[in-house]
C-alpha cells in the first residue's frame, strides 16, 4: 500500500512535455525586481495660462480648484487658507491700482492733447493778429518817408531828394557821386567837413552840373582825410512811401517808383 502511494507521487499521472518551465531560483541567489511603474501621462496636452500676469478670475478658479482637490485626510491649513486670501486681496488691489493709473495716463494724455491744440490756435490767432497789426501799420506808412538800407536816390520835379549816410568812425571831406541806371555818373557834389556819425543830405541843396533830372538814381558818399584816397561809406535809401502790397501775408511797401522793400527792413519813418 505505502509502495503504491509512492509511485503515484514520484511519477505524475499527467503530461509535462509541452508545459513550460520556469527556472526557479537557486538557494541563496538573489531574485530580480521589476522597476516600480509611474502613473500613465494624461492622455490631453497640458496647457498654462498664456497672459502676462494672473487676473482675479483666473486666481479665483485657481483657489476653488485647490479646495475641490486638497486631500480630505490632510486638508488646507486655516493660516495657508488666510495667507491666499490676502493674496486674492493684493491682486484685486493691483488690479484696481493698475486700472486707476491706465486712467489717469489717459487722462494726462488727453489734457496734453489739448494743451497742444489750444497752444496751436493761440500761435495761429496771434500770427494773424500780428499780420493784421503789422498790415494797419504798414498802411500807415504811405506818403511818409521811409529809411532802408540801400543806396537809392530819388529826384522829383523841383530837384528835391534827400539822403541818409554814416560814416561810422571817419571824419573828412565828404562827396556825392550820382549815378544813373545805366551805371554812368551823372553828377558829383562835394559837401565839405563831415563828423563821424550819421547823416542825412538834401540835394537841392548842392549845385549839380549838370542839374539832375527828375527820376530815381544810385549814389555812393565818400569820405577822405587831409587829401587822403577817397572811401565809401554805408549808405540808406530815403524816399517817398508810395504804396504797399501783400507777399506772403507779408506787407511789400513802394519807395520812389520802384524800390520794394518788406516792412521789416525799415529803419525810420519820417513825416
Known amino acids: ?22 527556472d526557479v531560483p537557486k538557494a541563496g541567489a538573489p531574485t530580480e525586481k521589476e522597476p516600480p511603474k509611474a502613473n500613465p ?10 497672459g502676462g500676469s494672473m487676473g482675479r478670475d483666473e486666481f479665483l478658479k485657481m483657489l476653488v480648484a485647490q479646495l475641490k482637490n486638497q486631500d480630505p485626510l490632510n486638508p488646507m491649513d486655516g493660516k495657508d487658507m488666510a495667507a491666499q486670501l490676502a493674496q486674492f486681496s493684493t491682486v484685486e488691489q493691483l488690479i484696481a491700482m493698475n486700472k486707476s493709473m491706465d486712467e489717469t495716463k489717459a487722462a494726462q494724455a488727453a489734457m496734453t492733447d489739448a494743451i497742444t491744440s489750444l497752444e496751436e ?22 506818403g511818409k518817408v521811409g529809411v532802408t538800407p540801400g543806396n537809392n536816390a530819388f529826384v522829383d520835379k523841383d530837384g528835391n531828394g534827400e539822403i541818409l549816410i554814416d560814416t ?32 542825412s543830405f538834401k540835394l537841392a541843396d548842392y549845385s549839380w552840373d549838370p542839374p539832375l533830372k527828375p527820376g530815381s538814381y544810385t549814389y555812393k558818399f565818400q569820405v577822405a582825410k587831409d587829401g587822403g584816397p577817397w572811401s565809401d561809406t554805408t549808405t540808406y535809401t530815403a524816399g517817398r512811401i508810395t504804396g504797399m502790397r501783400y507777399q506772403d501775408g507779408n506787407p511789400i511797401l513802394t519807395i520812389g517808383d520802384k524800390v520794394q522793400v518788406p516792412m521789416s527792413r525799415l529803419t525810420q519813418i519820417r513825416a
Open 41 to 50: 501621462e494624461p492622455s490631453g496636452p497640458r496647457t498654462l495660462p498664456t
Open 168 to 199: 561810422a568812425g571817419r571824419s573828412g571831406t565828404g562827396r556825392i557821386v550820382m549815378t544813373n541806371d545805366k551805371g554812368e555818373t551823372v553828377g558829383m557834389a562835394l559837401v565839405g567837413d563831415i563828423q563821424a556819425g550819421q547823416h
Open 1 to 22: 500500500m505505502i509502495t503504491a502511494v509512492r509511485s503515484m507521487f514520484s511519477t505524475p499521472s499527467y503530461n509535462t512535455a509541452d508545459t513550460p518551465t520556469t
Open 121 to 142: 490756435a493761440q500761435n495761429e490767432r496771434a500770427d494773424e493778429l500780428a499780420q493784421l497789426i503789422e498790415g494797419q501799420m504798414a498802411m500807415a506808412t504811405v
